[in-house]
Nanobody
Framework: QVQLVESGGGLVQPGGSLGLSCAAS????????MGWYRQTPGKQRELVAL???????YYADSVKGRFSISRDNVKNTVYLQMNSLKPEDTAVYYC??????????WGQGTQVTVSS
């Protein structure tokens, strides 16, 4: 059974920092591209950051220089460090595990709220 379990969401003030974690089980973690997406009500889910199995990274323009994705292939965990948070970063953040043309899995999501 595949599980992606996110943790670390919460309420933070503008300019603050928050770290998200996603623990994966039931997959060959090191082979997967791991990503973080976010979604707000009425909008499509958007890609925030991803890290390939070769440690290549991609960031959405809106988070470049503020967010950092990393992974630990021993702990089967992907992380998202979010700094200099803005109110517009408020969303439900989802972890994704992707194996091209073969598999695509999602976590249940964790709420991040940036507000004073």
């Amino acid at each position: 059974q595949v599980q992606l379990v996110e943790s670390g969401g919460g309420l933070v003030q503008p300019g603050g920092s928050l770290g998200l974690s996603c623990a994966a089980s039931g997959i060959g973690f090191s082979a997967y591209t791991m990503g973080w997406y976010r979604q707000t009500p009425g909008k499509q889910r958007e890609l925030v950051a991803l890290m390939t199995n070769g440690d290549g990274t991609y960031y959405a323009d809106s988070v470049k220089g503020r967010f950092s994705i990393s992974r630990d292939n021993v702990k089967n965990t992907v992380y998202l460090q979010m700094n200099s948070l803005k109110p517009e970063d408020t969303a439900v953040y989802y972890c994704n595990a992707y194996l091209p043309t073969l598999r695509n899995y999602w976590g249940q999501g964790t709420q991040v709220t940036v507000s004073s």
